[in-house]
């Protein structure tokens, strides 16, 4: 069964991975927590009563409406979120740098070693790596510590009113109070980001009620619990049940042959091993790629970039986000949390002829001057073009806010 756990980026804009990240995004952050607050809107209340009638004929006891809504507010801030999705077009040496970045490799082992028995005891249980669920709540989460903190059922309840998705967003309502009526979270504690992900590992409410599982024994599937336990096995029930095969890898980089034709690439395209193996695909120690089934052949980048082999797993991780550089996010994220080493094949320039290093050092030499880039992780974000703004004004350049190599000889 396919559950879009998904809204857009919601999840992904918890755990700084949009385009707001990367070079000091955080500052807009904090301005849209700032207006993340419920005011005064009478059509809004008037939808409220109206959808409380309609949850009563759902299903859902009065004491639960009562309690769900007790609070409830219109939060403009979830509209203005909702109206400016963005279509963010990172590349993926620009998507990994920021998701399996040093920090979040080394706080995916340490959390794997704290959480070693009861991630091996999901793993027994479902046969999902728990190097893969690992790297799945750092994505999500940051391991638990950016689940987000807006009120859910005013999050939903202001979508479902505004109605550009209107219902699909009151479905989601629905769900959520179904979760709160069987006891498994309170009002006060159901909360997620701005389009009702919740939890360490960002499920939406149907996605919960389909997919949650109850670890711990405790009654409750608690997903939001500082202990991460229902939240992880909740990822693994996810993964199992849309198709997780035990022992399998997601994939890995591999080496391909000179004059490899681009047209033999992608998920469409699937050989077996043998056949990869014949055309010269091999892995990046020159052996011939294992045979774990039939199998596609990936270049995010281009011939120029790094090459992945991909196996069924992938298309399951792809059943949590279709999206192939989150896939390759959890992937190498997972790679990286076991030892593994990082992409071997170098990325291509971007468009302006700048490696990664190079944008990492124009960040720290803006950083050197004054002109706060952020972490300098290569990654131009708001931030980093804020900062290049305000140094090109201070010099009397053209204010483009955008990096270039004249830029970086400019401030070395």
């Not at 992608?266 to 056949?275: L, V, W």
């Amino acid at each position: 069964m396919q559950v879009n756990r998904r809204i857009f980026v919601a999840g992904l804009a918890a755990t700084g991975l949009t385009a707001c990240s990367g070079g000091g995004g955080g500052a807009n952050a904090q301005a849209t927590a700032t207006r993340m607050k419920a005011v005064p809107n009478p059509a809004f209340d008037a939808w409220v009563a109206s959808f409380k009638g309609r949850a009563a004929a759902s299903g859902i006891s009065q004491a639960t409406i009562d309690r769900a809504f007790r609070d409830v507010g219109y939060l403009p801030g979830v509209i203005e979120r909702d109206r400016n999705q963005t279509e963010f077009k990172r590349t993926l040496e620009d998507y990994l740098a920021i998701a399996a970045s040093d920090e979040r490799v080394s706080m995916g082992k340490s959390a794997l070693r704290k959480y070693n028995s009861t991630l091996s005891a999901i793993e027994g249980r479902y046969g999902v790596d728990k190097e893969i669920v690992t790297a799945i709540w750092g994505l999500e989460s940051k391991y638990g510590t950016r689940m987000g903190d807006i009120p859910i059922v005013s999050a939903l309840s202001t979508l479902a009113y505004d109605g550009r998705r209107g219902a699909f967003m009151e479905k989601q309502l629905l769900a959520a109070l179904r979760i709160l009526q069987r006891g498994d979270i309170t009002p006060e504690r159901m909360v997620g980001s701005w389009a009702g992900a919740m939890g360490h590992t960002q499920f939406i409410p149907t996605s919960f009620q389909a997919f949650a599982v109850d670890f711990t024994g405790d009654g409750r599937r608690d997903i939001w619990s500082s202990d991460p336990s229902d939240a992880l096995a909740s990822t693994a029930a996810y993964l199992q049940r849309n198709g997780w095969v035990r022992g399998q890898p997601w994939g890995m980089e591999v080496r391909l042959p000179s004059g490899f034709s681009t047209g033999l690439a992608g998920r469409g395209n699937s050989r077996s091993a043998a056949s990869w193996a014949a055309m010269g695909v091999a892995d990046t120690n020159g052996r011939p790629v294992p045979n774990h089934g039939s199998s596609s052949i990936l270049i995010p980048q281009g011939t120029r970039g790094p090459a992945f082999i991909v196996y069924k797993n992938f298309s399951v991780i792809l059943r949590y986000n279709n999206a192939e550089s989150y896939a390759l996010g959890v992937g190498h994220l997972a790679d990286r949390i076991a030892g593994k080493p990082p992409i071997q094949a170098g990325f291509p320039p971007d468009a302006q002829g700048m490696t990664i290093d190079d944008r990492k050092e124009l960040q720290r030499r803006l950083n050197a001057n004054g002109f706060d880039a952020g972490t300098p992780d290569g990654v131009i974000g708001s931030g980093t073009e804020a900062a290049i703004s305000a140094y090109q004004k201070s010099v009397g350049l053209p204010v483009t806010g955008q990096p270039s190599l004249a830029l970086l000889k400019r401030l070395r």
